[in-house]
């Protein structure tokens, strides 16, 4: 199947600091990628739909300034936290679409990234 | 409003079978995806419906009922490996995925 790599796998930074993840699709073109959030024995938490080339698509609630997404190449995409806080700490999660058949008729995700903010 | 649900635990025994349900309320729809997410991982698809009927795969079946906005995932032959949380979502006109909150079904020797 098709596969989707997210790095770093873990991250701890200080509070204040920025964290850069990537989310890499690497035996297809993505042009859609999803980027959510997961709380402990929650479900995934869709945060933005980012689309290569252009501006990503933020969810309500979610603040485009403090997560910076970016879809440079079709194979690519970046979820920057900026200025992190404890609150921030969750497990981040990305998907992409192989795009073949219906639109969005598979997601494969990224091995997610535990991110902890001290 | 769309609302995906699930139950939130279940408990089987190794070799029986497990029925694991959903129903859903999206805005239009796209199919039905079940997810397998091991504690800490990201999740693993399992399987996709768009119609109605019953989708075998290996131990693994998914049944989709459109009219009821129902599903089920069943899972024969269990494993302990089978421990692990189950994600039901509907996709929704926009493409979408709406997430149900998981069913953590717990395997007992």
């Known amino acids: 199947g098709a596969v989707v790599s997210q790095h770093p796998s873990r991250v701890i930074c200080k509070s204040g600091t920025s964290v850069k993840i990537e989310c890499r699709s690497l035996?297809?073109?993505?042009?859609?990628m999803f980027w959510y959030r997961q709380f402990p024995k929650q479900s995934l938490m869709l945060m933005a739909t980012?689309?290569?080339?252009?501006?990503?698509?933020?969810e309500q609630g979610v603040e485009k300034d403090k997560f910076l997404i970016n879809h440079a190449s079709l194979t690519l995409s970046t979820l920057t936290v900026t200025s992190a806080h404890p609150e921030d700490s969750s497990f981040y999660i990305c998907?992409?679409?192989?795009?073949?058949?219906?639109?969005?008729?598979?997601?494969?995700f990224g091995q997610g990234t535990r991110l902890t903010v001290v | 409003g769309q609302n995906i649900d699930q139950p939130t635990e279940m408990t089987a025994t190794e070799g029986a079978i497990v029925q694991i349900n959903c129903t859903y309320q999206?805005?239009?729809?796209?199919?039905l995806f079940w997810y397998q997410q091991h504690a800490g991982e990201a999740p693993t698809f399992l399987s996709y419906?768009?119609l109605d009927g019953l989708e075998e795969k290996g131990r693994f079946s998914s049944f989709l009922s459109r009219s009821k906005g129902y599903s089920y995932l069943l899972l024969k032959e269990l494993q302990m490996k089978d421990s692990a949380s189950y994600l039901c979502?509907?996709?929704?006109?926009?493409?979408?995925?709406?997430w149900g909150a998981g069913t953590k079904l717990i395997i007992k020797p």
């Open positions: 419906n768009v």
């Open positions: 980012s689309n290569e080339g252009s501006k990503a698509t933020y």
């Open positions: 979502a509907g996709m929704d006109s926009n493409y979408q995925l709406i």
């Open positions: 035996d297809f073109q993505a042009t859609t």
């Open positions: 998907s992409a679409s192989t795009g073949q058949g219906a639109p969005g008729t598979e997601a494969f």
């Open positions: 999206t805005s239009g729809f796209n199919g």
